[in-house]
């Protein structure tokens, strides 16, 4: 049987799944210990951003989609986009952090 355990520290939450795929952003990602007779195995997935926006954006381009809004909607969506932009650069290590490891 193939399990798989997905934790979380800053939830204390832990779950098992058998024999599926689970997409888990990385930023909720950690490895917990495991026992001297067990092995653990992993691999990374990424998908472009780009997909998630078309999706978010009805399954339409960007560009349609903003030509879809008001003018008050557009400016919400720039400002959150901003805001999106700016968490994730701050989830690079920056020089000092990488130096200081």
């Given at each position: 049987?193939?399990?798989?355990?997905?934790?979380?520290?800053?939830?204390?939450i832990a779950s098992s799944f058998w024999n599926s795929h689970r997409a888990v952003p990385s930023f909720f990602h950690s490895n917990i210990p495991i026992g001297p007779?067990?092995?653990r195995y992993s691999f990374t997935q990424y998908t472009a951003g780009g997909l998630f926006r078309w999706i978010?954006?009805?399954?339409?381009?960007?560009?349609?989609?903003?030509?879809?809004?008001?003018?008050e909607e557009r400016a919400r969506e720039r400002?959150?986009?901003?805001?999106?932009?700016?968490?994730?650069?701050g989830l690079f290590s920056t020089l000092d952090e990488l130096r200081a490891m």
């Open positions: 049987m193939t399990t798989g355990r997905v934790g979380t520290s800053s939830c204390g007779n067990e092995h978010e954006h009805g399954f339409q381009s960007e560009e349609a989609y903003f030509e879809s809004l008001s003018p400002a959150e986009a901003k805001a999106r932009w700016s968490v994730g650069v």
